[in-house]
């Protein structure tokens, strides 16, 4: 089975700076999808970035931007000029490409975020 | 994307009774998905609900506990039974959309709570 590790439970960033989430996985599978969402106060799973695992660049989306390393399973978060919205708990998510990708989410614990004004 | 409603947004339930939870879906899925976040804690899949035959439960998870229903492509239930103060948590769903499926949607959350 996937597992998904984040080895930071919680952590501070100063606004405008960059902080760096790390997330580790575990899968003998070479075709997958991961993630990372971002969980605020009200509950609601937001979609932050996607990579595709057949994919060799890395995923960008405004600030958001990964470090994809497939050899070495590691899949982090970088999130540059940091904003107050930006405080969350953010989870790393592995999906298997299998059965056409109908598979569901494996979490990671979560990193909780802060950002301090 | 896909608008999902779930329903209840929270409640307060008496031990020994059920609640169910229903999510509900503007767009065919081709996967609907329940889970359960424990306070302060991350998701746990309980079972993935098929159209038209019995959900597949998770370790851990029984259809006596926790019985689900998908009588369409965009509509599904999730109740929790005999509740006791454990099963106090945060209940989501979360589907996949025809097309889309490379992103999962989620539900705003049901946070339940026992007592």
């Known amino acids: 089975a996937q597992t998904v590790t984040q080895s930071q439970p919680e952590m501070s960033v100063q606004e405008a700076e960059t902080v760096t989430l790390s997330c580790t996985y575990d899968t003998s599978e070479s075709d997958y999808y991961l993630f990372w969402y971002k969980q605020p106060p009200s509950r609601q799973m937001i979609l932050v970035i996607r990579q595709e695992a057949y994919k060799q660049q890395n995923a960008t989306e405004n600030r958001f931007s990964v470090n994809f390393q497939k050899a070495a399973k590691s899949f982090s978060l970088k999130i540059s000029d940091s904003q107050l919205g930006d405080a969350a708990m953010y989870f790393c998510a592995y999906r298997s490409a299998l059965f056409s990708g109908n598979t569901p989410l494996v979490f990671g614990k979560g990193t909780r975020l802060s950002v301090i004004a | 994307s896909a608008v999902i409603s779930q329903k209840p947004s929270r409640d307060i339930c008496q031990r020994g009774t059920s609640l169910t939870i229903q999510c509900q879906v503007d767009?065919?899925?081709?996967?609907m998905f329940w889970y359960r976040q424990q306070p302060g804690q991350s998701l746990t899949l309980i079972a993935t609900a098929n159209q038209g035959s019995e959900a597949t439960y998770e370790s851990g998870f029984v259809i006596d506990k926790f019985p689900i229903s998908r009588p369409n492509l965009t509509f599904s239930t999730l109740t929790v039974s005999n509740m006791s103060p454990e099963d106090s948590s945060i209940y989501l769903c979360?589907?996949?959309?025809?097309?889309?499926?490379?992103?999962?949607?989620f539900g705003q959350g049901t946070r339940l709570t026992v007592v």
């Open positions: 767009s065919q899925v081709t996967m």
């Open positions: 979360s589907v996949l959309v025809r097309g889309l499926n490379t992103e999962a949607f």
